[in-house]
């Protein structure tokens, strides 16, 4: 800490400067002044923390001195003055505590009252640049992050959760510009849909694109004229200025031509386009949430309209629905063609319910009302069969949970396609293991009971079900006829036990077959040779 004296009487003021040891207790004497205006231009240079200042002075006094210095200062207001005066009078200590004065002595005082003194105001200074450093680094930390409170205002006050009233008042704690008689609009902006064979971006560079769109509409955008937030639903969400003196019309004309050259420049930047939602015109900041309800509205709308579009909200003409009685022929034949596992049929299926469903739509929740049409059936197919719609749909569950995440008719299509291979497949997969699990218990029942006399009949009463299915199954599974597969078994079995040394009469009873000599014509057939030829 540095310390000033100043004091007119020379063999004081050295007393004060050499007698007590400063330096001992860290303190450093940075200047001698022996009247107020010599001590205010050393001041100016040394800027001290701390000084020990007498009152009464020629050319100016202490309270002078003092009161000049909190006037030239004022940007630098972490400085001690200690009184030291010879005048026990209460005026003086009153205007010296105005002026900040952290004490004020009377003469004569000696070295260690003064020496406590300064050592006190050395630790309330130290105190006071402490809290002046966390209340800096708090102002700090608040405006680091407020352009995020700034920007939940904004979300907060679109949704409903404030009052006009609340809005002011909080615009004005955040350092916004928002007026009680401002004229407003609003628009929200989401990027496409990425095209599957895109290769620059992926589902996990979502953050990054988003955050590339907010730095380029905060370029484009002057902030007079308009605010980017960001949106938890969308990505970008924009509030502009009117100005109340032009006609509204013309407002809207170029808030419609400023969103259109920021899509173009996205999709010249990215490489990737994005879709916008306009409010249907201008007004006031109890509008706000209406406003922006009929940009999101607007924006879904581009699934009937495509992507790499602004569309401006307009009213609904119209509340007939579209009649979907018609489909329900088409309807059966992709149920069918489903739970027969082909592929080619449902798809064709597919197709024109597409053409009489969804081409029809004029708006985007006629579009998902067809969409939850289409939605329905898989779900009630899928639930037929005893199977998890999870399970089946895999990672386009989410779909089937939140039909309005399917933003464009690209999009939607391409959903549709992949729900149809899933299921076929996964029906084809579910055969396949029923079908392995029947033939594998018809294979057992063979090694079983090889020595009986096995017919493709009685396995199929054995097993409930009827002899042609069993023996399709069993030929498609195996690659050979049910009939072949057991005269094989017995053969190969016959061999080995002829082989092993039994006799010609155990060899056909082991097998199966109660007559010896037929069982030996059927060997000599499949071998080419007779069983007493195959024993040791």
Not at 26 to 37: E, K, M, W, Y
Not at 122 to 136: A, G, I, N, P, Y
Not at 243 to 264: A, E, F, G, Q, Y
């Amino acid at each position: 800490m540095n310390l000033m004296i100043v004091e007119d009487e020379p063999r004081l003021r050295n007393s004060l400067a050499n007698n007590i040891p400063w330096e001992e207790h860290g303190i450093d004497i940075v200047g001698l002044a022996s009247n107020g205006v010599e001590a205010l231009q050393i001041a100016e240079r040394k800027m001290p923390d701390i000084m020990l200042v007498d009152v009464q002075m020629p050319e100016m006094d202490g309270l002078t001195l003092i009161s000049k210095l909190k006037e030239r200062q004022a940007g630098r207001a972490l400085i001690k003055m200690i009184i030291l005066s010879g005048h026990d009078n209460f005026e003086f200590a009153q205007q010296a505590m105005e002026n900040g004065v952290s004490k004020y002595l009377l003469k004569p005082a000696g070295e260690t009252v003064i020496l406590k003194a300064v050592l006190e105001a050395r630790d309330q200074l130290r105190f006071d640049l402490e809290q002046w450093k966390m209340t800096v680094e708090l102002e700090q930390k608040w405006k680091d992050n407020l352009p995020n409170l700034q920007n939940n205002l904004m979300i907060n006050w679109v949704r409903g959760k404030y009052t006009s009233r609340e809005v002011l008042a909080k615009s004005r704690e955040l350092y916004m510009d928002i007026k009680e008689d401002d004229q407003l609009a609003v628009a929200v902006i989401d990027l496409d849909p990425i095209p599957v064979d895109n290769t620059r971006f992926g589902l996990g560079d979502t953050e990054l694109l988003q955050f590339t769109m907010y730095c380029l509409a905060k370029e484009i955008l002057p902030h007079s004229f308009c605010r980017v937030c960001t949106d938890p639903d969308y990505d970008l969400m924009l509030v502009f200025g009117a100005d109340p003196l032009r006609n509204p019309k013309d407002v809207m004309l170029h808030i419609n031509s400023t969103v259109v050259k920021l899509l173009s420049q996205t999709k010249e930047i990215l490489k990737l386009t994005a879709s916008a939602g306009i409010c249907a015109g201008t007004g006031g900041i109890e509008d706000m949430c209406h406003m922006y309800s009929q940009a999101c509205r607007a924006l879904q709308e581009r699934v009937v309209y495509g992507h790499d579009i602004a569309i401006p909200y307009r009213e609904e003409q119209s509340t007939n629905r579209q009649d979907m009685s018609g489909l329900s022929s088409l309807e059966k034949q992709l149920e069918i063609a489903l739970e027969t596992a082909d592929e080619d049929h449902a798809m064709r299926a597919l197709s024109q319910l597409w053409e009489e469903g969804f081409s029809q739509t004029e708006s985007s929740e006629e579009f998902h009302e067809a969409v939850l049409y289409m939605n329905s059936l898989f779900t009630r197919l899928i639930l037929k069969q005893g199977w998890r719609i999870r399970h089946v749909v895999e990672e386009d569950i989410v779909y089937f949970q939140n039909i309005k995440l399917l933003n464009t008719k690209m999009q939607t299509w391409s959903w549709l396609v992949r729900t149809v291979q899933k299921i076929t497949d996964y029906m084809r997969q579910q055969r396949k293991t029923t079908s392995h699990q029947v033939v594998k218990e018809i294979l057992s029942l063979i090694d079983k009971e090889i020595d009986q006399d096995i017919t493709l009949h009685t396995v199929a009463d054995r097993m409930y079900v009827n002899s042609s299915y069993l023996s399709r199954l069993f030929k498609q599974e195996m690659g050979t006829a049910f009939s072949a597969y057991v005269l094989e078994q017995k053969m190969e079995r016959a061999k080995r036990v002829l082989q092993e040394g039994h006799k010609v009469y155990d060899a056909a009873r082991l097998v199966g077959y109660r007559d010896v000599s037929y069982f030996t014509k059927v060997f000599r057939k499949y071998w080419g040779v007779n069983p007493g030829e195959f024993k040791l």
